[in-house]
Structures are given as structure tokens and as C-alpha cells.
């Protein structure tokens, strides 16, 4: 993936013991998953979204570690990130984490009983829309305070011309969000990638509802639900 | 300076007065443009149409039903090559906010060809499942969506 701060490259996850995560413990992925950090201790960049997977359960961190276990081991080597100075330097991760982390944290849900709060644990954890969909300030971090209001693509094309993805869309309750799709509307839309004017989704966003498409039904509407009762914000 | 100024008035009148679609009255392409977005509002309309009883929001009519997913077949098998001349991209001079269309398209010409011959097909099973009631129409909505997709992912930009 292509950035302001350079290429990123998404590792390999397989269980493969050379290459990919095979060797890992449990510790490990949790530590991975919740604090950013390497088996040796080393900050991962936050292009790894562990900003929003700390919110994500114990219970479900360790299901998704089981399952990782079971898929068939890949000796794929993925090349490194190739990023640009200053941002070579793995040490200033550390700051970036204790300027944003909390931030991030602060959006988790402490008790996912309602279906409101299911969505709201989806969102901001194992679904972390806001990756995209929240505007983010020069370092990276996302603007809490304009969650889910829309952004400028992260994403530029490789390349000289460094091709613009477009904008990604306001999903608050706002005029310029998504305030007149109805809670069906968002459901359906997750599930069948048609918007509420059957205009089919495209661009990354494919990938994503092709996910949410093999979702529970409920999970669907928890996350329609939750968008719903979150504040609306204008685009900028 | 005068008849410039009543140039200037005259067209301020007129954008002010006239629906158009886009900010100004001359963009490249305007014509191919116009006529490729129009193209995906009738895949659109007829999409609605289906995705409407499939959501629960129109009751289930075979004939309505059936006459949609024929439209779109139709559509589709339309050939629509020179709405998308090379520089129409959203990329050209002039053309920022009136198209989304990626370069990519005219790079990549055989995967664009391959996409549009799986949305047919995936039309060709909606068209003959339309009619047999809520259940197969509902059941060809995904693939039809994945044909929609299809050209949507890969190059089309992100509008908001």
C-alpha cells in the first residue's frame, strides 16, 4: 500500500514457522494485536491496525489466533516496507502510540450486550472502519473527534503521478454522511454491496462488504444500529 | 468591456436558470460522458427495481420482476465503446468531479472486456430466475452485484 510516508507491504500471517507466524505464541499475537509490538519487542507502524484491534476481546483474540493456526502454512516472503525519512526509524512508533493509543481506546465499548453496543464493538475493534473513514491528522493518527466523518484516501497510487483513491465516504448520521439511509438500508447495503440508490459499492470498500456479506445477519444490523446513534459530522 | 460584461450577466442567467449537471457548460468529453453516466442511472433504475423486492421494500411482482432483469441483459449486451474515448478519464484536464473513471480502464481494455462479459452472464441467470418467484431472484442478486463490482472496484474512484 502506497502512502504519504512511503510503501507498506502486508506481511505474511500464515502459520508457515520461516516466514510467516507460525512460531509465535499466544503472548505474541496478543501483544501484536493489543500493543503493536513484535515477538522481539519492536513497534509495529500502525499501518497494522492494532489501533483498533485492541479493542477487539480477549475471547475473540484468541479464536482468531486458533483459526490463523489452522490455514495452510505459505513460504511467501514479502519484501520490507520502504518508507521514507524520517519515518525509517522504528523507535518514534513509540511516541506515535502514546500520543494516539488511548485515543483510539476511548471509542471501545465496555459491555457489547445491546445491539447498538455489538456495533459498536464491530466498528471500532474487528471492523475498524475508522482506518479509512476517519480523517487523519499529518503524523497519521486519526482525528477521534471527527470519527467516521469521511477522509481523503490514505491510499495514493504508486507511482510519479501518485494517483489519488478519491475521498472515502462520511458514514455519520449527517446530510453528508449517510443520514437518510435508513438502519436497513446501511444492513443491506453491507450485505449486498448495493447502496440505498442500487449504486454498487467500488473501489476498496468492495473488499470490505464482500467481508460483511459473510457476517451473521444480526451483526449486520448491530452495525447499522450503531451508526445510527453515533453523533453527526459534517464532511470537511 | 460592455458586451463582455453582458456575456459574463448572460451566462450567469442562464447557469442560474438551467438544471445543467455540471459547472460549466463545456467540459471535454461532455457528450460521451453525459451519455455513460445516464447508461449506469438505466442499469441503476432497473437494479432498484429488483434490489427494492429483494430488500422487502417492493412487493414481489414476477412480471415487473422478469422486465427488469430483461432490461439489464439488454443494457449490457449494448455496445457502448465509444462513450469512453481515451482522455476521458477523471485524471484529464477539466475533468475532476465530473468523472470517476480511473486511467486504468484504458490500460487495461481485456479485463474491462472480461468484467462486462461476466456481468452479462450474471444477467443472463438473473433474467431467467426473475420470474420464479422472490426466493431465485433474491438468490441471483449477489452475482449480479459481483458483476456490478466487477468494473467498480478496480477502476472507479471513490466519488463521497
Not at chain 1, 92 to 109: A, D, H, I, M, Q
Not at chain 1, 205 to 210: A, L, S
Not at chain 2, 63 to 81: D, I, V, Y
Amino acid at each position: 500500500m502506497a502512502t504519504p510516508f512511503g510503501v507498506f507491504r502486508s506481511p505474511n500471517i500464515s502459520p508457515d514457522p520461516e516466514v510467516g507466524i507460525g512460531n509465535w505464541s499466544m503472548l505474541d499475537f496478543i501483544n501484536a494485536m493489543v500493543l503493536g509490538l513484535s515477538p522481539e519487542l519492536e513497534h509495529y507502524y500502525p499501518a497494522f491496525p492494532y489501533p483498533h484491534y485492541q479493542n477487539i476481546n480477549y475471547d475473540d483474540l484468541i479464536d482468531l489466533k486458533t483459526y490463523l493456526d489452522t490455514l495452510p502454512p505459505s513460504p511467501n516472503q514479502v519484501a520490507d516496507h520502504e518508507l521514507i525519512f524520517p519515518y525509517t526509524f522504528r523507535r518514534g512508533v513509540g511516541l506515535w502510540k502514546w500520543r494516539y493509543l488511548e485515543r483510539n481506546k476511548s471509542l471501545r465499548t465496555s459491555d457489547p450486550k445491546t445491539p447498538v453496543e455489538r456495533g459498536r464493538y464491530l466498528v471500532t475493534g474487528p471492523g475498524h472502519c475508522g482506518a479509512c473513514h476517519t480523517p487523519r491528522d499529518v503524523f497519521g493518527g486519526e482525528m477521534v473527534d471527527r470519527f467516521l466523518a469521511g477522509a481523503e484516501s490514505f491510499e495514493v497510487g504508486e507511482g510519479p503521478e501518485g494517483e489519488s483513491e478519491g475521498r472515502i465516504p462520511n458514514i455519520t448520521p449527517h446530510s453528508d454522511g449517510i443520514g437518510d439511509w435508513s438502519e436497513t438500508d446501511i444492513a443491506y447495503s453491507l450485505e449486498s454491496g448495493f447502496d440505498p440508490d442500487f449504486d454498487s459499492f467500488g473501489g476498496s470498500m468492495v473488499e470490505v462488504q464482500e467481508n460483511t456479506a459473510r457476517l451473521s445477519a444480526e451483526d449486520r444490523a448491530a452495525i447499522a444500529a450503531y451508526l445510527k446513534s453515533i453523533p453527526a459530522r459534517r464532511s470537511d | 468591456m460592455k458586451t463582455f460584461l453582458l456575456v459574463i450577466f448572460a451566462t450567469a442567467a442562464l447557469s442560474a436558470t438551467t438544471p445543467v449537471t455540471f459547472a460549466q457548460d463545456e467540459v471535454p468529453f461532455q457528450n460521451q460522458i453525459e451519455a455513460r453516466q445516464s447508461f449506469m442511472k438505466i442499469y441503476r433504475f432497473n437494479i432498484g427495481m429488483l434490489g427494492a423486492m429483494a430488500k422487502g421494500e417492493l412487493p414481489y411482482d414476477a412480471e415487473q420482476a422478469s422486465a427488469a432483469a430483461n432490461n439489464l441483459l439488454a443494457a449490457s449486451k449494448m455496445s457502448n465503446g465509444a462513450m469512453w474515448p481515451a482522455g476521458s478519464d477523471m485524471n484529464s484536464e477539466g475533468l475532476e468531479g465530473v468523472t470517476w473513471a480511473k486511467p486504468d480502464i484504458w490500460t487495461n481494455f481485456p479485463e474491462v472486456g472480461e468484467k462486462s462479459r461476466a456481468l452479462t452472464e450474471a444477467l443472463e441467470s438473473m433474467a431467467a430466475a426473475a420470474g420464479d418467484g422472490l426466493g431465485a431472484l433474491r438468490s441471483n442478486m449477489g452475482a449480479v452485484g459481483d458483476g456490478c463490482k466487477g468494473c467498480h472496484e478496480p477502476f472507479r474512484a471513490s466519488k463521497d
